[in-house]
Every structure is written in structure tokens, then in C-alpha cells.
């Protein structure tokens, strides 16, 4: 079996978490080249797959004056770079595996699907929870028809502390205008397309979201604060949400903290750390005086074409961090926890009005394979594809990942007009 080969834009967090299937299975994956306007980042790629200088690129015109030179391409740019990076792509003929989400609006979303289709490209989209074992378990059960035929499903995510810090209040996927997606689009695309995948074959058609920013914002500061904690905050010591709780000392999610520094983060020093926080970088403003625009907390209801309803809520800034779901059919239901990696199938038992209940516990996640286990599986899926061979249950094609985008933009534009019901159209 020929391998494939791709050509990797953006070489971020996720494009290293994609890519390293190619390390792991090198018969299979090969990394041809990278496109990346940081030096720092292009030179992580040329180490990782010893790459020649010559198929290092700051600007992606310069690779797509040689034509094809791969299979496919992996595009893990910011959200709102996928359109400007995506189309000459398609337009040159690669296949596509591409971050999520596809794009923040339905204009684009339609336009970026036409163009694959015109030229024949294969476009798959990277939502990486459908590969996880522990949904992929409850899509089977769900398929095999021992729940019966979906009635409701509700899913909660709980965006923990330090993710909510790192990401979404003082990182780069804080600010709606600047990074181009809602905390639903951003977040939640996710959780959207499961509910969507679940109820594969019906059509989300009307949809009501509520939500808002009430807590992280400079009102709620405590007395004594500051703008930087390490400059001159008075009460950084005692505060929950201090930089140096949760980059210094406890170092949650440093892969987003110290990427200006442009070293690898273990040669990175406490006192260069320090230092960058104290300084330009965003991480070291107080948590409740950043630019932060995105919601702290949403949620939506929404009705299928065959009247099955769903709900979804997130939550930031939790304690414990997680997903619930719980999905009621006509014959039984499914409820468990993502985190737990374990969940429980109950069906009715006429003999006594109750029910009978088993527990489902998923034991086959790789240690430090991200999304529980989804990651690799989500490109080996795509290697598959671009191999000839048949696709997963959990394909996340173009044509079956529509529906889940549409109903992000819907429940934000219902969230924007004040929880209205919104009208889905395909």
C-alpha cells in the first residue's frame, strides 16, 4: 500500500497532535512539507520529520507555485484563516483533513463544500470526539437498535478553570471579532455534531439558545486588583485565578502559555516565564479585566424534522471539567460521563415497571492520546480514505458534518436576538 503523504498548514497544537501519527506509523503517513509564517514552528516540523529547507514555507503561495506535490493537505490554521487557506487547495486538487470548525458562517460553509465538490476532493473535517471509544461505543449501541428509535439526548460541557483561562478568556480564542468564532463554534461545534451524528438522517430545523458573559468580567475584580497579577495586583496571592497558580506552579495547559517565547517549553525558564507575564503576554492579565467578548455560559434547545428534541449547555469556568450526555429512546437510554470513560444502557423491564441496567466501560484509550482516544484514530480514518479503503462509522465527510455547523449558527444568531427560535435551512 502506497502511503500518503500531505503538506501541513499551520504547524500549531493541533497540527502536532495530527501529525504525529506520521511518527508512529511512518508506512502509512509521510509530511512532505510545512507552511508556517513562525520560524520557531516551521523548524519544529523540519525536526520532527526531517524535512528540507525547501519544503519550508512562511507563505502558502510560494507551496502552491509547485503545483501538487501531496495527497492532501492537513490544515490546522485558525478558524478564521480555514476559507483563504482551504480553497486554493481544493483548487489545485489535494484532499483535505481540516481543524475545526469548517468555517464561522453559513456563507462559507456552502462555498468552501462547493469547491470540493468541483474539483473531486475529499474534505474531512476534524471533529475528533466521534472517534473517541467512548462515543463511538454509544453510536454502535445506538445503531444496533436496542434504545430504540431516539426521543431526546441532553449534553453538558463543563469547561474547566484553567482550559477556560488558557483559551477562551485570555487566550487567543477569547475575543469573537478577532478570532472569528463564537464560544459555541469554537467550543461546542463538538458537541453539536455528536448530537447531529447520533440522530444520523434526521435534519435539526428550529432552534432557541440562551446565554451570556456574567461572571470573568471587570466588575466581579476583587478590591485590590490589578491589570497584571505579577505587576500590580494587590491581592494575587489569594486569588484562585492568579497566572502563577495556574502557569507557574501548576503549568495547565502551557502548549497555549508561552508560544511567543518561541522555544520548546521544556528549555523554557521559570524566570523567563515570570518574566513574559509580567510583560506582553496575555496570560498575565487579570482574568476578569482582559478583552474577552466570548460567553461564559450557553445553551440551546433544538427540534428534529422527525420531532426529537436535544439540549445542550456549557458551562465555563467549572471545577470539574467534563461532558455528560443522556440520550432517551423509545426502548431505553444511555447516560454517562466522557471523563469517566464509562457509561450505563438501560432498557425497560415490563416484569416490573423499572428497568434493567448493564455498564458499558471503555478500557482501550492510549495513554496521552488526545480527545480520549480520538486524535489518532481520526487520521487513521483519514488515511484510510485517501488509502482507497472503507471509512469508519465515524467519518466526519464534509456532506455529514454540515448539520451541526448550521445549528451553531443558528443558536448564536437566536442568542443574539435575545433567545428567539431560529429557523435551520440546509
Known sequence: MKKV????????????????YALNNPDRLEVVAAIDPNPFRRNLAKEMFGLKD???FSDMEDCLKLGK??????NGTMDELHIKTAIPFLKLGYDMLLEKPITNNKK???ELKRVADEHGCKLMICHVLRYTPFYLKIKEIILSGEIGDIVGMETNEMVGVAHASASYIRGKWNNRK???SSMLLAKCCHDADLLCWFNAGKKPVKVSSFGGRHYFIEKNAPKGSGKRCLVDCEVENECPYSCKKLLIDNEYFAQYTFTSLNKNYEDITTEEKIQSLKTDNPMGICIYKTDADIVDRQ????????????????????ARPGRNIHIIGTKGEIQGFLEDNKFVVRTYNPSNCLWNEREEVITNVAQGDGHSGGDSRLVNDFVNMESGLPRSVSATVIEDSINGHL????ADESLDNGGITVKIND
Open 54 to 56: 525547501e519544503m519550508l
Open 299 to 318: 445553551a440551546f434547545i433544538v427540534e428534529f424534522d422527525d420531532g426529537s428534541i436535544a439540549t445542550h449547555s456549557m458551562i465555563s469556568g467549572v
Open 407 to 410: 445549528l451553531v449558527f443558528a
Open 108 to 110: 462559507d460553509l456552502l
Open 5 to 20: 503523504s500531505v503538506v501541513v498548514i499551520g504547524f500549531g497544537d493541533r497540527a502536532v497532535a495530527y501529525t504525529k
Open 178 to 180: 478577532r478570532c472569528g
Open 69 to 74: 506535490i501531496a495527497d492532501a493537505v492537513i
